[in-house]
């Protein structure tokens, strides 16, 4: 660190606060506290583990959320004024006094940069971690399993460098597999008998997606468990940086791609929020519609699915007739049911048809009539309450721990959800209720994840109050939004703008953000760096779903085998943003 | 704004003796799944499965599905080769390569205009990246090839053809009737005299344009200088 001044001139009274708070600190001096779009401490590696207690034990921080971890490499960042060329950038979260913080680790000149492992700090780091030593090359001394986790271990270099040329390709045979050590030594044993290791999937049709669980049984119960995963990673945020803003929205679409909407929308807003563009409100009420109506569709998918896994094969189908007709209604506003790639920085690509709103209508009987009978279906079965109830159980401190959002979080008691802990678009308008549950078990999972569809019916309804009859969806800020196209066939200025736009992208402010939305999952967030050009230098996708499956080989031990199915079940893990 | 719902309070965490059971439970279920069965029975228009291919779905005028070039009164693409639908390419599976039109109000054609149906993702950013409204999408969706080389698809199967609309009709498209869009006008049709000179005459008319600033450049342009770190 350069100086080791706190700057106290110009923060915001939150980014005050908290350097106050360092002050007290034992790393006082060491760190320094930025003003950016969220409060960001800077630390070097060797204070980072102390600042990492500090913040999450003073009371006057209270961090307790762990959100994400990710590299970047300034390499070719234009225009920035690094004093290094590697950095780690930690989001956190405070649930008591609701606050975002950013950490940024300035790492020293190396190779292989090191910074301690702050997992027994928050043990939610743990896979944060993994994934930036593989995918950056970022040394974690005391981490307690430091493997590759999204490019296979048969990779050579570290892909989101910015000297990695992104076309090589590596090829994975199956001696390459690794097999955790643990899983080798067969003499433990249990008592009188012997354990057992089994491989569930990668294709195993509980797993929906290609996950990897490895498990070591005594008899029916899980004693130690591991999950591979990465068998769908794409790297998304590499491609990102090889496009321009506006062309990575076909990508967002594919990270979750049972609610894309929700993706598209978290994206946009990150990159309207650094142009400091505004929404008309018609564009802003559309987008929360669809949202909503993809997270009725991604609570459908998971519910239904979980429920044929312990053997409940009707709901999956009367579930997935609600994802049927809002598919209809999204491919008549943007022409795709699945990877919709409707919304476009600065608004939508296009007007949604004129008979939105009495479809959106009809939606809103025909939903809550499936809803009912799903209920009547499984909420008293009692073949359901034994699988559901009383398994797959997360404390709430586990699930704080363990950097759980959204259901996951909501059915362990803690009533956090974006929408409300710092409403963005219409939320503060909007009259609903938060479900919580205080079980944490998957029956709790289900319950919460229930009555959240019936929550988004009453944001819907509420919304299309609002939704203004007629007007513009998109921003008219031609440096952002396509002209319409009467005027770039008859107008030379209009194509002008035109050209810029399709050639060279949106011109960004160089600076960086993070933004978050309430997404199927849970907290979803963007964290994007510009430096000008058309396109991201760097993208970060907080994938709720990561978190909640690095739980999981927590959660199963202890259970039996058909639990751990019930469980992957209601953790609604969804491969393509999983492993992105 | 509202409040916080506790939903487990909303079932009792025993079920009692009846629901316990099993049998009771299992009656009520029934009851919902033969009501959805005689519903279906009484209304088979209704029922929410279509019996593909017999049946196939009714799409809305937006549907992304293939593309088609657009064409001239005289049958000549409207594209200009461009490269605008290429550069907005998330997936870059179009290849333009392009030619010198003899007529010179057409200025520039396709010679090669490909689109790699497997590396299309059909968001339909080459349609508003289309400043002459040349390439349109259809709602046709049914493109099963046995080969690669049969995916890539070059002008003669993406120019588009009467029948191709009557079978399955406009897609998404750069404006719709009654929005108010007035398409662009078609160019004169000059008629130029190969070797008469005109051409060059014009190249050797053409002013140069000054020097400008070149901005910061592309993406990833291999001029990127990298800022060097002292260690």
Redesign the interface.
Known sequence: MSSGVVETATLSPAAEKLAERIESSPVAGRARVVDLDIPTIEVGPGNWVALARFLRDDPGCQYDLFLDLCGVD?????GAD?A??FEAVIHLHSLSRNEHARVRVVLP?DEKPSLPSVESVWPAADWFEREAYDLYGFDFPGHPNLHRILCHDAFVGHALR??YAPGQRWFYAEEDLRVPEWAKDTEEKAGNFETQTISIGPSHPATHGIIHLIARLDGEKIVRAETIIGYLHRCFEKMAE???W??????TDRLNYVSAMNNGVGYVRTVEKMLGIEIPDRGQLVRTILSEFSRIMDHCVCIGANLVDIGAL?NFV?LY?NR??IYDLL??????RL?V?YVRVGGL??DV?DDFVPRCRKLLETIPALLD?IE??V?????V?NRL?GTGIVTREQAVAWGLTGPMLRASGV?YDVR?AR?YDFY?K??????????GDNF?RY??R??EMRQSLKIIRQALEILPAKGPVSSDDWHVV?P???A???DMES?IY??KL????IRVPAGERYEWIEAGNGELGFYAVSD????PYRLKVRPPCFAAMAAFEKMVVGGTVSDAVATLGTLNVIAGELDR | ????????G??P?K?TFL??L?IP?IL??MS??IR?LIRNLANMKGM?TILYPEVRRN??G???GKHILKTREDGTLKCVACY?CQ??C??ECITIVAGEHPKIAYEKYPVVFDIDMMRC?????CV??C?K?AIW?TRNYEMAFFTREDAVYSIDRLRESPEEIAKHGY??R??YPGD?????ADAALLPVVPGSGEREQLRENRVPLPDRDP??????APS????P???
Request: hydrophobic share 30%.
């Open positions: 300034n390499l070719r960042r234009r690094r290094s060329r000149d910015k000297d090889k496009h321009h506006n062309q990575v929205i076909p990508y009707t009367y007739q049927e007709n491919e008549a506003c943007c022409g795709a990877t790639s690509a296009i048809p009978d009547k279906l909420n008293n079965n009692r073949i309450r109830a009533a409300r409403p503060d909007f009259d609903w209720d938060i479900p919580i549950a205080r079980d709790a319950l919460v229930m009555e396509l319409p196209k009467d770039v066939y008859h194509l035109h050209f399709v050639m060279e992208g000008g050009r058309g396109g | 704004m509202s409040g916080v719902i506790d939903v487990s909303k079932y965490e079920l629901q316990r099993y439970e009520r279920g919902v799944t959805h929410p799409y809305s937006r549907f992304r605008m550069q907005a998330p997936a993702v059909f968001c339909g950013f508003d990246a400043p409204d999408m897609g998404y750069p404006y108010g869009t007035t398409p662009p901005g910061p450049g592309p993406l990833n990127q200088a990298e800022r770190f002292s260690a």
